[in-house]
């Protein structure tokens, strides 16, 4: 089974279809899930990520959820019983279509978890409590990052819709500690992604966009290639489309999706330059 970024995956991408709430709570348990990882890999990778992050890559309000991503020894995790338990939750979480778009995602991420070699029930639940914090208005969410200690640039405010990928994965953490960092880290950045983006990471952000239930035919070439291409590829062209969507239509761009596509593109210069030097 190949994995991640330089694999080709050897299925197409299936499709499934599916079926989400309310709760707020109190504040600052955020580091409860900060202990925990996924497996050897995403430690390893969750530790350099750390360093790199460390390096003032990442802005105040990623840098709050991730700082949660530390990582030590796995631990053993009902994913069962978690997933049972957030569908119940859900329900009275998100309105109708929300619910079923984030089961869509569930069902996708697991099965291109499959693919590339990803953990599947890590991306089964990543992708199910994606869009925890999905019906808040800004203004909640607001309100909601400042209860997590979530510190939000000026600029970033026009942007606010974007937090609930940061607030959900703080009520996640809280929710669920027992959840690895890696799941909390995927849930954090499926919005403004970033610029180190663990398999994880590409798959819960693809999946978001590809789900079935999307009905956007821009999304169909994503579809189609989904599988087919290393992940790393697979969320570039997601990402591009989320760019160019957002220009088309005159949207705000996250100052952080700036970063993490010129990362993204002066690694493949680099690549380049490496292959024809
Ligand atoms: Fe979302
Ligand atoms: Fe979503």
Redesign the pocket.
Known sequence: MPSSRNSTPATDHPSNVPQASAEPKTRNRQTAAGNKTCNREAATESKARSQQASVGSKTCSQQAVIHQVSGNAPSNVDYEAVYRDARKKLEQRLTGF?LL??IS?SDIAALMANVYGVDFEQARIAGLL??WD?NYTDDELLARAADFGITLPEQHLATAALLHAQTGACAVAREYPELPACIIQAIAR?TSAAPDMSDLDMIIYSA?MIEPLRSQSSLQPLRSIAGKVPLEDLFLKCFQTTLEHLIRRHRFIHPDSLLVWNTYMARARNREAGTTA
Request: glycine share 0%; aromatic share 0%; net charge neutral.
């Open positions: 929300r778009h984030s995602v994606h869009d999905k499926h978001d």
